[in-house]
């Protein structure tokens, strides 16, 4: 495996906003390369506890080799997060005291042409962060109607040329499979208007971004996730999520809002009959972002937004 590299975004406000009790326990949800995960285990005392999920064996491994001296207070497994709750039940746990995610991919994913993330890079199509998953992207690119793609472009890459980029790959398919990412890279250059080809950096990364979020349902598992990840919160713990796309971030607000304030009473009512009581409250209500100097030193720090929730147990 190539050497693993990703710089992790975020991070002293991430860790400030956990708020690490020496003796809890934590669970990072996206685990990577392990950086968020070792400034966790360095305010851990040997009764204190992390666990480590991620979904990519790369990360797996790497974060294995950069958390070995933690060895005594941490668990790593490999997993996608939205089983969080039944891993940590087969642990014996049941409520924990803080989790993070820090979505998307790393670096280190895109940078490893083999993988198939990486426009820049010539091989074959494939994008999916658990290698053990069936679909891959040449599925979506080869298999997928043209209004699927062209929603999916639109939706997910906020690529304005997202008919003629469906249109074109349609058309190429009739004759001959799109196999690689070099061969994708070019049809969407060439589909995209020559003036508007360099615009906003390379004219794929918009396309490739959709692609990669389709191909790992990362927005489904999100929506999916969060309630859960709430309802295994101790009082007074944190959830903390790390996000990278304006979709990512509406459902982490939305999640964070209905878990605050989750009556569904119409207002008229003078007092609640649903029964549903608040989860606990949104620390954040504009989300904390990166300074100038972390977007200076680090490009996918840019878009980077943190949202924290802490959970109160109404007694
Ligand atoms: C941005 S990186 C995390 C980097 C890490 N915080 C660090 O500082 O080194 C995101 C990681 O989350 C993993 N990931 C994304 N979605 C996941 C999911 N649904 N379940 C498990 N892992 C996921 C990816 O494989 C990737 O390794």
Known sequence: MMEFRHTSVLLRETIDSLHVRPDGTYVDGTLGGGGHALEVCRLLSDKGRLIGIDQDGDAIAAAQDRLKEFKDRVTILRSNYSAMVTELEQLGITSVDGILLDLGVSSHQLDDAERG???????????????????????????????????????????????RIAGRIVKQRETRKVETTGELADLI???????????????????????????????????????????????????????????????????????????????????CVC?????????????????????????????????????????
């Open 189 to 271: 250059r060439n589909a995209i208007p020559a003036k508007y080809r360099n615009e906003k950096g390379h004219p794929a990364k918009r396309s490739f971004q959709a692609i990669r979020i389709e191909v790992n349902r990362e927005l489904e598992v999100l929506q999916d996730s969060l309630d859960g990840m709430i309802d295994l919160l101790n009082d007074g713990g944190r959830l903390c999520v790390i996000t990278f796309h304006s979709l990512e971030d509406r459902i982490v607000k939305q999640a964070f809002r209905r878990n605050e304030n989750p009556c569904t009473c119409p207002p008229e009512f003078p007092v």
């Open 275 to 315: 029964g549903k009581k608040p989860k606990g409250r949104t620390l954040t209500r504009k989300p904390i972002l990166p300074t100038e100097e972390e977007t200076e030193g680090n490009s996918r720090a840019k878009s980077a937004k943190l949202r924290v929730f802490e959970r109160v147990i109404q007694k």
């Open 117 to 163: 993330f990486a426009y820049r890079a010539d091989a074959p199509l494939d994008m999916r962060m658990d290698t053990r998953q069936t679909l891959t992207a040449a599925d979506v690119i080869n298999t997928y109607s043209e209004q699927e793609l062209a929603r999916i472009l639109r939706e997910y890459g906020e690529e304005r040329f997202a008919g």
